[in-house]
């Protein structure tokens, strides 16, 4: 969910399980949803997005549901691999301004 | 395209100095962002531009801060003069237009000592 501070939820996944991000968003009139992944030493990496008029998008081994009734987006990785291994952002989007939530760190396992 | 393209990747300075930051957007890409990182507060949003215009600069922490975009191939973001608790990882970000996905590039990491 949305925190500030020193410590990252994490979420180890073993590798080959399909994977879970969970994201509580903060402003009701957000109408463009991202997902970035950061690996270490690097900039963000876009993912996948869903616009408001949307709940639920597919990628390549990926999809975001979005539930407006309860602000809640989720991130969904089928077949984790060890390259998954990353920090996970959402970020919420307003007039182009988007405002990040605080991350997951996913860790993969053999 | 080359992407993003930030210099310096890693910048050192001491308490007092002036510090700047560069950016070459993607060609092409009408918006331009500069973030910065720390692992208290997370992404933060300083300021945008839209066609080399200052669109929004709330998130800037204080006047010691400045950015420009002399032209659509670069931008500079300052510190002066630089303070230690300005010590991040600072991202510059490039999109087509509102509301579309922003690519970022590598990272400047700024110690102030």
């Known amino acids: 969910g949305e925190s500030v501070g020193l410590h990252l939820p994490t979420l180890s996944v073993q590798e080959g399980d399909n994977s879970i991000i969970n994201c509580a968003y903060s402003?009701?009139?957000?109408?463009?949803f991202i997902w970035y992944k950061q690996e270490s030493g690097k900039g963000p990496q876009f993912i996948i997005d869903?616009?408001?008029?949307?709940d639920k998008r597919q990628g390549q081994r990926v999809t975001v549901l979005l539930n407006k009734t309860v602000k809640h987006l989720s991130l969904q990785i089928a077949a984790t691999q060890p390259g998954d291994s990353a920090v996970y952002f959402c970020?919420?989007?307003?007039?182009?301004?988007?405002?990040f939530g605080a991350g997951t760190q996913v860790v993969v396992t053999p | 395209d080359a992407g993003v393209i930030q210099s310096p990747r890693h910048e050192v300075t001491e308490m007092g100095q002036e510090v700047t930051l560069r950016c070459k957007p993607i060609?092409?890409?009408?918006?331009l962002f500069w973030y910065r990182q720390t692992m208290m507060r997370g992404l933060e949003l300083l300021i945008y531009?839209?066609?080399?215009?200052?669109?929004?600069d709330s998130g800037m922490p204080e006047d010691r801060f400045s950015a420009k975009m002399p032209n659509a191939s670069f931008s500079t973001l300052k510190i002066q003069p630089s303070e230690p608790r300005d010590s991040a990882v600072y991202f510059c970000?490039?999109?087509?237009?509102?509301?579309?996905?922003?690519?970022f590039g590598p990272g400047t990491r700024l110690t102030v000592l």
């Open positions: 970020a919420e989007g307003s007039w182009g301004k988007l405002q």
């Open positions: 970000a490039s999109s087509l237009s509102l509301n579309n996905e922003q690519f």
């Open positions: 402003n009701s009139a957000s109408d463009y």
């Open positions: 060609s092409g890409h009408d918006y």
């Open positions: 531009f839209n066609n080399n215009v200052p669109i929004d």
């Open positions: 869903i616009r408001s008029n949307m």
